[in-house]
């Protein structure tokens, strides 16, 4: 059973930062990214990353949120500076081996939107940045 394991969320105050880790099990994925979600809103995309290690974020964290792998331990990074209070929402770790570039897990985002791109979730973890 494929397992997605997230960790290191918290509450923190503005300005901050926080590291997410995201341990998969059993398979090497090919592409790999954190999605959040609000309460109220719809899960967005923050961050893919693929087996070559190419990256994109999306523009409201781009320069604050940094996407890693560890392909050894098969864990995805999240490291988070400059948090805002916007930020607040549950962050999710999602991985797929379908999609073998960014911009094949981009397209099919656009395709087949954010829950039909990635097989694979962990249960998340709640991020709290506060004013």
């Known amino acids: 059973q494929v397992q997605m394991v997230e960790s290191g969320g918290g509450l923190v105050q503005a300005g901050g930062s926080l590291r997410l880790s995201c341990a998969a099990s059993r398979y090497t994925y090919n592409t790999m990214g954190w999605f959040r979600q609000a309460p109220g809103k719809e899960r967005e995309g923050v961050a893919v990353?693929?087996?070559?290690?190419?990256?994109t974020y999306a523009d409201s964290v781009k320069g604050r949120f940094t996407i890693s792998q560890d392909n050894a331990k098969n864990t995805l990074y999240l490291q988070m500076n400059s948090l805002k209070p916007e930020y607040t929402a549950m962050y999710y770790c999602?991985?797929?081996?379908?999609?073998?570039?960014?911009?094949?897990?981009?397209?099919?985002?656009?395709?087949?939107?954010?829950?039909?791109?990635?097989?694979?979730w962990g249960q998340g973890t709640q991020v709290t940045v506060s004013s």
């Open positions: 999602a991985a797929d081996k379908r999609w073998g570039t960014v911009s094949a897990a981009m397209e099919a985002i656009q395709t087949y939107g954010i829950l039909t791109s990635f097989t694979f």
């Open positions: 990353i693929d087996q070559s290690g190419s990256t």
